[in-house]
């Protein structure tokens, strides 16, 4: 390649060189004191020298999160299509319609009908009123903590070290937002009033927020997203919600960053044993267990035992916690047998003919496929 060079004075170049040179040496040899007293510094945990963010490549994390996401990436204008999305690219389009092609006429049928506006008079021919209701209000819990994944999972992009946990994370927050949005579009479809946070959940989700650095992980990676993806694997049978699939799907990952990163970044001694943290994850679960109470006249609406369904998710955030490194002032097998003692106490106090039974080992995701990803969650083999 030719070009034609332009004339520098050589004296000007070099005198600017050494005024940055000096700048530079001056700007961050200030923000390096400053930063060591905790009085300010540079702001960005992040390493131009090599051209990395504090913590460094972490190629690992990038390929089981970043580019597993985007290998997984979906769109809701093809698995939506009665919803008001237009996502889909030119190529992807025409991969879409050519699927169309390959479809039998009663295939074709149904997607027609879904893809026209009447996908709300489907759910309304599918399910009674009381169904309706009971389904927005399960889902409707999900959507307010779809809300709060997003904010914190962009909290949470600021406080990851390493170039591979900040692509991780990054993916995580457009997830959410996905989430949050397609949902909206899911619930508002069913056509009944859309019922606004529990007290319960409103404690749960707002102490998430407001927990401080990697303790945010445990509030919403292992705790909400385990209870996300726990209602998601329950649901995402029922016609009209087959989309929830891959909700379930995106949540499995999301419960798995913690573990992940952990095994990169080790929490320290006194992250890991801090009692006062250790109280706070406790209490922090406490609000599911009322939460969750709230939610039995709509489970039962629906035929689900709301008490086995408490018990497969506890069994799941417990897993999820212990792998990741939280610990909880008591071991887990004793938060869980003592949350099952509290659940039979319930069930006794307001099922008389109940008899005592072990709700931990209940399993509610409903599905092979579904059962599947959390198989692959749960043994961690997410690479
Ligand atoms: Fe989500
Ligand atoms: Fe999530």
């Not at 300010?40 to 190629?59: I, M, N, T, W």
């Not at 008001?84 to 389009?93: C, G, H, V």
């Not at 819990?141 to 949470?156: D, N, P």
Request: charged share 25%; aromatic share 10%; with cysteine.
């Amino acid at each position: 390649m030719e070009f034609k060079k332009a004339p520098v004075n050589r004296r000007v170049v070099q005198l600017n060189r050494w005024i940055e040179k000096g700048a530079n040496f001056a700007i961050r040899s200030y923000d390096g004191v400053m930063g060591r007293l905790h009085l300010g510094g540079r702001r960005a945990a992040y390493d131009d020298l090599a051209y990395e963010f504090v913590g460094g490549a972490k190629d690992k994390l990038r390929a089981k999160h970043y580019d597993k996401s985007l290998r997984l990436l979906w769109k809701a204008e093809q698995h939506a299509p009665w919803s008001s999305f237009r996502d889909l690219t030119p190529a992807e389009k025409k991969v879409a319609e050519h699927a169309l092609r390959e479809l039998n006429p009663e295939e074709i049928e149904l997607r027609e009908r879904i893809a026209k506006p009447e996908f709300s008079e489907m759910l309304k021919q599918t399910y009674t009123p009381e169904q309706r209701a009971a389904l927005v209000s399960i889902l409707s819990t999900i959507g307010h903590g779809e809300a709060y994944a997003w904010l914190v999972s962009a909290e949470l992009l600021g406080q990851l070290k390493s170039t591979g946990a900040k692509a991780a994370a990054t993916m995580q927050v457009i997830e959410e937002a996905k989430h949050f949005v397609v949902l909206r579009e899911l619930i508002l479809a069913f056509d009944v009033s859309v019922p606004r946070l529990s007290a319960w959940e409103y404690l749960l989700l707002e102490s998430a927020l407001k927990a401080k650095g990697l303790e945010k992980f445990f509030g919403m990676n292992v705790l909400v997203e385990g209870v996300a993806l726990s209602i998601f694997g329950l649901l995402s049978h029922l016609p009209g919600l087959e989309i929830l699939r891959l909700f379930h799907l995106d949540e499995s990952r999301h419960t798995a960053l913690p573990i992940n990163y952990f095994s990169e970044f080790d929490m320290t001694r006194w992250q890991k044993i801090n009692p006062i943290a250790q109280l706070r994850r406790l209490r922090m679960i406490m609000p599911a267990i009322p939460m969750v109470f709230h939610l039995e006249e709509a489970a039962a609406e629906l035929g689900i035992d709301i008490f086995e369904f408490t018990g497969s998710v506890l069994r799941k955030v417990l897993h999820l916690a212990q792998r990741a490194g939280y610990k909880m002032v008591l071991p887990p097998a004793v938060i869980a047998s003592t949350i099952n003692l509290l659940l039979n106490a319930y069930c006794l106090m307001t099922h008389p003919a109940h008899e005592f039974r072990d709700f931990t080992t209940a399993e509610t995701t409903v599905g092979a496929d579904q059962r599947a990803v959390e198989a692959e969650v749960f043994g961690l083999a997410t690479g």
